[in-house]
């Protein structure tokens, strides 16, 4: 399994590094309307418009796998995971991918759209929303990649290093 295990692992960490980026535009465009708004009276007009259409979304959406895989997700356990019988686990697993191919599949569809029609959002500059909207389905994609490989990885190559 490692075949598939590398190569995913690179996408994750490869799209991990582009929310992380997207994280330190937003603060620095924020920092900037903010010291700009301050000191010379004016803002930096394209701030919000580009961190509500395309940071936004990248800092939420491109990490989801890459935060599962390293366990740090957010998460209610009732039972301890190692308690869970296996094919209860896999079956979490494999509820969860489904529930991910099917907001990718929507998602894809929205941003597909939105290409095809040239939808573009109007303000301070015209943008164009496909491109917007195209990092929910890349980063709920490779999750749900990362669900599946998790529910067909045999039990005990969890813990296998990376």
């Given at each position: 399994?490692q075949?598939?295990?590398?190569?995913l692992?690179?996408?994750?960490?490869a799209?991990h590094a582009?929310?992380?980026?997207?994280?330190?535009c937003?603060?620095?465009?924020?920092?900037?309307?903010?010291?700009?708004?301050?000191?010379?009276?004016?803002?930096v007009?394209?701030?919000?418009?580009?961190?509500?259409?395309?940071?936004?979304?990248?800092?939420?959406?491109?990490?989801?796998a890459?935060?599962?895989?390293?366990?740090?997700?957010?998460?209610?356990?009732?039972?301890?995971e190692?308690?869970?019988?296996?094919?209860?686990?896999?079956?979490?697993?494999?509820?969860?991918?489904?529930?991910?191919?099917?907001?990718t599949w929507?998602?894809?569809?929205?941003?597909?759209?939105?290409?095809?029609?040239?939808?573009?959002?109007?303000?301070?500059m015209?943008?164009?929303?496909?491109?917007?909207?195209?990092?929910?389905?890349?980063?709920?994609?490779?999750?749900?990649?990362?669900?599946i490989?998790?529910t067909?990885?045999?039990?005990?190559a969890?813990?296998?290093?990376?």
């Open positions: 399994m075949w598939i295990e590398k190569p692992s690179v996408i994750e960490d799209l582009i929310g992380c980026a997207a994280l330190v937003v603060v620095l465009l924020l920092n900037a309307d903010i010291l700009m708004r301050l000191f010379l009276g004016r803002p007009q394209m701030q919000f418009e580009v961190t509500e259409l395309y940071l936004m979304p990248a800092l939420a959406t491109l990490s989801l890459r935060v599962f895989r390293d366990g740090g997700h957010l998460a209610l356990d009732i039972i301890a190692e308690k869970i019988p296996d094919l209860l686990r896999r079956l979490i697993l494999a509820l969860s991918a489904s529930f991910f191919v099917a907001v929507m998602s894809w569809r929205f941003a597909h759209r939105a290409f095809r029609r040239g939808d573009i959002d109007f303000g301070v015209d943008w164009p929303l496909g491109w917007a909207y195209v990092v929910v389905p890349i980063g709920c994609g490779v999750l749900a990649l990362r669900l490989f998790e067909v990885r045999r039990k005990g969890a813990d296998a290093p990376v």
